[in-house]
């Protein structure tokens, strides 16, 4: 389909097709009497019809924005400095010397009950806490309920060297590792161990999430997710991005530029060649007054705690060091290439795939990471939502082979491009003015599963060792928090030039 191949300027109405499993897991509800009652439960589809309605309400596209090429064009280009959203950063030093920066928000600690459901993010390919997306979802979630929202905390799980996150070792992420997501997993359930964790997943991030769910099965310690856009058969998907001009040249190469810039600015690091610079020692308590301009072009934040105490890189065999050095050195001299070259050269090899697998080419790391194979062992609630003409997902799994478990819901809906679902603005402002029609959705969900599930999270205890926070009986993963962050308001901070956001 061509970018202008729409035959109208305007799109009818149309409900999303939903996609319930044959026969839908019962969840435990809160109990809203006595405790000597007989537990409460209702399936999913029930929950969904009665909890969720706006689903099942009709979506509409603007006149302008007609088409999936140009809902994911707008969601690209578009400003949506209207929503703001103001974090609280922390750094999280692993125990690989990687670093993770937790957003969250409301950035006052104090503010909530210790209790309150806690919204745990994702995001896309190379994108961060500033996406639109994002910002979309949490700042009404994170609103009060006095003032309409739901009242909840929300943290967006930045991936190594993404938002302002330096690099610090020689992984990066991928689609496939999880252990990342893990790690965050135990210091937020650390630090708020009377809380719901309930998971939003965007593109990559959705990815990273449903196969989170799947791994950890009923020792996740997220209580119930939303998916958008999840990429599912990243194979599949890739040959039919790939199998058109425009799919090619605009949305595979940007993906891949977009991974290019990224190592090209952390080189040294990736390839063994260069300490990192560690957190600035000067950014403690005072941080929050200081602006954070700078984050996303310069490393240069550091911390108390120095290069020296973090023998770099940690535990990294040296042949394993001297392979991503030179995955390193031939990735940087690809001339605008497309996300497959890019995951062909670097991604398979410093991605977080495990060394043992020795994956041969992007196809097989494709079919590693992809996260359709493992959805039937996902335990937990998950709502997915996907666009039917998304132009860089093109497979959804949907029938009750695809899918393969009781507690997966699928919904596509019939317009909405990738992270787009623009549809117009309700509130008068203007012709060209719009909302995202999945906002509400996810919060109705959102709401739902904080304040009406009552899922048991039986994940392993935690403890720490050496300073780090670790998991009993879990692979060698642990965190430390490291000084750095502070307040991060995204409407006055510079983005990565070049950088195409939205995906």
């Known amino acids: 389909m061509g970018l202008f191949s729409y035959t109208s300027f305007s799109k009818s109405p149309s409900v999303s097709d939903v996609y319930y499993p044959p026969k839908p897991a019962d969840i435990p509800l809160k109990r809203r009497h006595s405790e000597k009652e007989k537990e409460e439960t209702a399936n999913i589809r029930s929950l969904l019809e009665q909890g969720c309605p706006s689903l099942f309400q009709e979506y509409s596209t603007p006149w302008w924005l007609f088409n999936g090429h140009m809902q994911t064009l707008y969601a690209i280009l578009g400003d949506f400095a209207q929503a703001p959203v103001i974090y609280h950063r922390t750094y999280l030093r692993l125990t690989d010397g990687g670093t993770l920066g937790l957003d969250f928000t409301p950035p006052e600690r104090s503010s909530l009950p210790d209790e309150t459901p806690i919204i745990v993010v994702t995001h896309g390919l190379t994108g961060g806490s500033y996406e639109g997306y994002v910002r979309a979802v949490l700042g009404p979630a994170c609103t009060p309920v006095e003032r309409g929202g739901l009242g909840y905390r929300a943290v967006v799980v930045n991936f190594r060297g993404c938002a302002g996150v330096p690099i610090t070792s020689q992984q990066l992420y991928s689609a496939g590792y999880t252990d990342d997501l893990r790690t965050a997993l135990m210091y937020i359930s650390h630090q708020y161990p009377k809380a719901p964790l309930l998971g939003l997943g965007f593109s990559l991030g959705a990815n990273i999430m449903v196969r989170y769910l799947a791994e950890e099965g009923e020792k996740s310690r997220l209580s119930a997710v939303c998916s958008l856009a ?104 690809l001339r605008f290439p497309g996300l497959d070259d890019f995951d062909d050269v670097f991604t398979r090899i410093a991605g977080g795939v495990p060394p043992e697998l020795h994956l041969p080419s992007y196809k097989e790391y494709y079919a590693w990471a992809s996260s359709h194979h493992v959805l039937k062992d996902v335990r937990r609630p998950l709502l997915s939502i996907n666009a039917s003409d998304d132009p860089v997902i093109k497979f959804v799994p949907k029938t009750a082979e695809e899918v393969g478990n009781p507690w997966t819901t699928i919904v596509i809906t019939p317009g909405g491009g990738h992270l787009g679902w623009f549809t117009p603005s309700s509130k008068g402002y203007g012709l060209l003015e719009t909302t995202r029609w999945t906002t509400k959705p996810v919060l109705e969900w959102l709401g739902l599963a904080g304040n009406e599930f009552a899922i048991e999270v039986n994940s392993p205890e935690l403890y720490f060792q050496e300073g780090f926070l670790r998991e009993v009986g879990g692979k060698e993963l642990g965190c430390m928090e490291i000084e750095g962050g502070g307040i991060i308001d995204w409407s006055s901070t510079k983005m990565p030039d070049g950088m195409i956001r939205g995906l």
């Not at 799919?247 to 977009?258: D, F, K, S, V």
């Open 230 to 333: 999840c990429p599912w058969d990243m194979a599949r998907n890739g040959l039919a991005i790939n199998s058109t001009f425009i799919g090619r040249n605009m949305y595979a190469r940007g993906m891949g530029i977009n991974f290019h810039k990224l190592l090209k600015r952390n080189a040294a690091v990736l390839s063994g060649k260069s300490l990192p610079s560690s957190l600035s020692s000067s950014r403690t308590s005072s941080a929050a007054s200081t602006p954070i301009s700078e984050f996303p072009e310069s490393p240069s934040h550091r911390s108390s705690l120095s290069s020296s105490d973090f023998p770099f890189p940690p535990q990294l065999d040296p042949v394993r060091s001297l392979a991503i050095a030179e995955a390193v050195s031939v990735a940087l001299k």
